[in-house]
T-cell receptor
Framework: DSGVTQTPKHLITATGQRVTLRCSPR?????VYWYQQSLDQGLQFLIQ???????AKGNILERFSAQQFPDLHSELNLSSLELGDSALYFC???????????????FGPGTRLTVL | TQLLEQSPQFLSIQEGENLTVYCNSS?????LQWYRQEPGEGPVLLVT?????EVKKLKRLTFQFGDARKDSSLHITAAQPGDTGLYLC?????????????FGKGTKLSVKP
């Protein structure tokens, strides 16, 4: 158990819909990262928040957005969903803001999104 | 665009055999990490290597970072069924003081008893 929690575990929805994925970081961690894992693209970094502020952006689509709340939990919002958005979405947390490889990221168990 | 190529993509071996998986890139990384991911779970960090030529050992697992910091290998000695999983490498790319991880697509290892 990494200490990172994600809800829901599974989500099935239709094209065009909007969903919200939730993540609670490990106690004491201020950074939250969102990743998408698909069979063809592998694990891809989407966005990082540190203590409520956006810190870094990766391959995140404009239809996707995220935020981190004062209690440090984070939400990833996916809108106008397409079939290709079906994937595993992981949240990770770490102590520092740098996103450095030497700063261990702890991954949650993921949310499996299926868009029909 | 930085890419990390992992090989082989799939590997199925018998318990007790040795194996090596590779992670290659044309880009230089500040550090490189190896993760193991089991079905239904998130990746778990195994090791971080930072210095070119560095070798780290974790029980039966040996990790090496290439001299030029562009590639890495993971060698498992006497594989056990508990080693089964998806092995991911991730290279650290720096933009100023901010780091991001670029992941390979992974090597799916199956160790049969």
């Amino acid at each position: 158990d990494s200490g990172v929690t994600q809800t829901p575990k599974h989500l099935i929805t239709a094209t065009g819909q909007r969903v919200t994925l939730r993540c609670s970081p490990r106690s004491g961690d201020l950074s939250v990262y969102w990743y998408q894992q698909s069979l063809d693209q592998g694990l891809q970094f989407l966005i990082q928040y540190y203590n409520g502020e956006e810190r870094a952006k990766g391959n995140i689509l404009e239809r996707f957005s995220a935020q981190q709340f004062p209690d440090l939990h984070s939400e990833l919002n996916l809108s106008s969903l397409e079939l290709g958005d079906s994937a595993l979405y992981f949240c990770a947390s770490s102590v520092s803001l740098s996103g450095r490889g030497t700063d261990t990221q702890y991954f949650g168990p993921g949310t499996r999104l299926t868009v029909l | 665009t930085q890419l990390l190529e992992q090989s082989p993509q799939f590997l199925s071996i018998q318990e007790g055999e040795n194996l090596t998986v590779y992670c290659n890139s044309s880009s230089v990384f500040s550090s490189l990490q190896w993760y193991r991911q089991e079905p239904g779970e998130g990746p778990v960090l195994l090791v971080t290597v930072v210095t070119g030529g560095e070798v780290k050992k974790l029980k039966r697992l040996t990790f090496q970072f290439g001299d030029a910091r562009k590639d890495s290998s993971l060698h498992i000695t006497a594989a056990q069924p508990g080693d089964t999983g998806l092995y991911l490498c991730a290279g650290e790319v720096m933009t100023g003081s901010q780091g991001n991880l670029i992941f390979g697509k992974g090597t799916k290892l199956s160790v049969k008893p």
